[in-house]
């Protein structure tokens, strides 16, 4: 069975931070492109941040650039996002993914194969 599944949300309060993981099985990460979306109440999905299949390239929204980090651990076959500096519009469930495409199809064009159930991320004090 082709899963992802995400863990590490949480409520945090603003300025704080969050390490999310995103564990595959079934299938490799390696090869694919990862990424994390998410998505606040009445909002469309975004996508956050994307890494290419090589970890050359790397897709982030302006509202996190700087903030937030990808990363991924091939042996462990686990994605990570690393968020620091949480704001209260950071709060939304974050739903990791996985792709065999380039981080512009992925994160901007929403081109993906797997994706994670989600993780609620709550910034509030």
């Known amino acids: 069975q082709l899963e992802l599944v995400e863990s590490g949300g949480g409520l945090v309060q603003p300025g704080g931070s969050l390490r999310l993981s995103c564990a595959a099985s079934?299938?490799?990460?390696?090869?694919?492109?990862i990424g994390w979306f998410r998505q606040a109440p009445g909002q469309e999905r975004e996508g956050v941040s994307c890494l290419s299949s090589s970890s050359g390239n790397t897709y982030y929204v302006d509202s996190v650039k700087g903030r937030f980090t990808i990363s991924r651990d091939n042996a462990k076959n686990t994605m990570y996002l690393q968020m620091n500096s949480l704001k209260p519009e950071d709060t939304a469930v974050y739903y990791c993914a996985a792709a065999p495409y380039n981080v512009h199809a992925m994160c901007e064009l929403h081109s993906v194969d797997y994706w994670g159930k989600g993780t609620l991320v709550t910034v509030s004090s």
């Open positions: 079934g299938f490799t990460l390696d090869g694919h492109a």
